[in-house]
């Protein structure tokens, strides 16, 4: 266990309860508990930070996945297929994570959100229910490449927001509405937090006493948000998307032009 006080101790283990329940419902939960681990272990490397997140959200997404599983309607062997990419581009983009400027990348992903959040915020019948007419081959493809493959990279290069993009990408691709296209997103999200945990783990970069201890809170978080989502419905999961999205833009800014 790091040399941290009683206090941030208490701030971590709540942060990584919040982060649990927005990314149960959502994704984005790295907005929170990466800047709460920075804050609470400023000595330490950043990929070290990073592996440490992953190890502790990795708790959080598989408990939020199999409390969806049970009640949402989740193509559970699509699901999978897309996992499968993901864990693989996740293992590569944390393999690049530190030789890649990401100053270079937050402008395209800030207009990326600026964009999609446009988007659901006119369109709001965007994820209300799922399309009744099925899904071609292509899509499915698309899907595993850009939602799995692409999504992973990104994940295990920067993180933050991964939950969200695949939200989206899910509802989108493959006409679901957002309940179902975030338990959806819990299971790659699962396989990308793992294959950049492997490679984090691989390298010696994680704090794996702190982030047992925080994964306990993160994965109770996870579960309620879960069971809320399926509560609420699509209505509630879009509210709390488009603030996630402008939580992301603001923090992605203040990182870019401080």
Request: charged share 10%.
């Amino acid at each position: 266990m790091p040399d941290i006080s009683t206090t941030m101790l208490i701030v971590l283990c709540a942060a990584a309860a919040a982060a649990g329940w927005i990314d149960a419902v959502v994704g984005g939960g790295g907005l929170l508990l990466l800047p709460a681990l920075l804050l609470g272990l400023p000595n330490a490397h950043p990929a070290t930070v990073l592996g440490t997140n992953k190890a502790v959200a990795v708790v959080g997404t598989t408990g939020a996945a199999v409390a969806y599983a049970r009640r949402a309607p989740v193509d559970v062997k699509l699901a999978a297929r897309i996992g499968l990419a993901a864990l693989a581009g996740s293992m590569g983009g944390a393999a690049l994570a530190g030789g890649i400027s990401k100053d270079a990348l937050r402008p395209m992903i800030m207009l990326v959100l600026l964009v999609v959040g446009a988007f659901v915020a006119f369109r709001p019948g965007f994820g209300a229910a799922p399309s009744a007419a099925p899904v071609s081959r292509q899509r499915v493809l698309l899907a595993i490449g850009l939602a799995g493959l692409g999504i992973g990279f990104y994940d295990g290069l920067i993180g933050p927001g991964t939950g969200t993009f695949l939200v989206l990408a899910l509802t989108a691709l493959l006409h679901l509405d957002l309940v179902t296209a975030s338990a959806t997103a819990k299971i790659v999200n699962v396989c990308t937090n793992a294959g950049a945990l492997a490679m984090f783990a691989y390298q010696g970069m994680v704090l794996w006493q702190l982030a047992a201890l925080m994964a306990l809170f993160n994965l109770a978080g996870g579960m309620v948000g879960a069971r809320m989502a399926l509560k609420k419905g699509s209505g509630f999961v879009r509210g709390v998307l488009l603030s996630v999205v402008g939580a992301l833009v603001v923090k992605l800014g203040i990182e870019q032009w401080g």
